[in-house]
């Protein structure tokens, strides 16, 4: 994360899960949530007030 007011929250269950939040800017919101095997979820965010949520199960 760079900037400001970024906010990430990853929650990860069971095994062979990935996770990976890259955040630039400012406002920016990321939030991952697994459940069960062999998940994978990047989020990528480059500009402000961008808000994400990624929910595997």
């Known amino acids: 994360q760079t900037g400001?007011?970024?906010?990430?929250?990853?929650?990860?269950?069971a095994y062979g899960?990935?996770?990976a939040i890259i955040q630039k800017g400012s406002g920016n919101?990321?939030?991952i949530t697994q459940y069960g095997?062999?998940?994978?979820?990047v989020v990528v965010q480059k500009?402000?007030?961008m808000a994400?949520?990624?929910t595997q199960r």
Not at 37 to 41: G, V
Request: hydrophobic residues 30%; proline residues 0%; aromatic residues 0%.
């Open 4 to 13: 400001n007011a970024n906010d990430a929250s990853i929650s990860q269950s």
């Open 17 to 19: 899960n990935s996770a």
């Open 29 to 31: 919101k990321a939030n």
């Open 37 to 41: 095997t062999q998940k994978t979820a």
């Open 47 to 49: 500009q402000s007030h």
């Open 52 to 54: 994400i949520r990624v």
